[in-house]
């Protein structure tokens, strides 16, 4: 549009500045010419076309769309044409959604969904579905995929670890339905999962009753570990106080008792010895100091 109004432009300024310069009136033919170079400066202006970074340009020349789209940057484009330009950033779209489970109960999800689209099929996606392609295609496929779903597992699956693998089976699914028509899914995190209060507080308990028999296994296995340990080691006594019982011998015992008496008797102190009975009996010696 501004094209051609400027091409207007510059054939009226052109005629305009001719008759001027011809009667001799200088100082209206010098704005002619200036406004004359102003038109052929929008005119040349209106040949190029900046596609800024991140997106790509999609050009429709009065109904017939290019199989090409424009890169990022300065573009030579037909002035005439109309360049319909996509984001080929990362896009979010966040959803909030009740959904059914495989108990039939409903569940709040709220869940979001990375994309972006194929560049080299921008042109595909304005000629089929157009640039508001997110809310013709992508968001009623999206809902319906995640309760589609979400209804194959139980309530108390989006609690464990089963959320991460129905965030893979979403985007798997989707990809499938969209991906052909140039929209790349990324990943479908799920953002909160709000269950009914009930079953909330099942799930909790259960999980409750599933730790503490966890920890009541371990001190199982601790106080088994002790036993044993208390078992190896009154062993190892026992082993020690035979093989010790086996080295002993009344000649020993009496030889021990003889060097014993006569540290006694070399102390300085004074004492009282007593003869034991016997043929065995060894001295004992009685100090009052």
């Not at 011809?22 to 209106?46: D, M, P, W, Y």
């Amino acid at each position: 549009m501004f094209f051609i109004i400027a091409i207007i432009a510059i054939v009226v300024f052109f005629f305009t500045y001719s008759n001027l310069k011809k009667i001799g009136r200088k100082q209206e033919a010098t704005f002619s010419l200036l406004a004359l170079a102003v038109a052929v400066l929008v005119a040349v202006v209106n040949v190029f076309t900046v596609v800024p970074a991140g997106t790509v340009g999609v050009v429709d020349f009065l109904g017939t769309v290019s199989d090409n789209t424009l890169k990022a940057g300065v573009n030579l484009v037909n002035p005439m044409a109309n360049v319909i330009k996509f984001s080929i950033k990362t896009q979010e779209l966040k959803e909030t959604m009740n959904v059914p489970s495989k108990e039939g109960l409903g569940v709040q999800l709220e869940i979001s969904l990375l994309f972006t689209i194929d560049p080299e099929n921008a042109n595909q996606i304005y000629k089929t579905v157009g640039p508001n392609y997110e809310e013709i295609i992508l968001k009623p496929q999206f809902r319906s995929v995640v309760r589609g779903i979400t209804a194959k597992y139980e309530a108390k699956a989006l609690y464990t670890a089963s959320r991460e693998i129905l965030a893979g089976e979403i985007k798997n699914e989707l990809d499938k339905l969209v991906g052909p028509r140039g929209i790349l899914i990324e990943s479908a995190p799920m953002r909160q999962i709000v269950l009914p209060p009930r079953l909330t507080q099942s799930i909790e308990e259960k999980l409750q009753a599933e730790q503490e028999s966890q920890r009541m296994a371990f001190v199982l296995r601790k106080e088994e570990q002790e036993a044993d340990r208390k078992r190896i080691e009154a062993k190892g006594i026992s082993d020690f106080q035979t093989i010790v019982s086996k080295g002993i011998s009344q000649q020993l015992l009496q030889w021990k008792g003889i060097e014993a008496t006569e540290k006694l008797a070399q102390s300085p102190n004074a004492k009282v010895v007593i003869i034991g009975s016997g043929k065995d009996g060894l001295p004992v010696i009685l100090g009052n100091q």
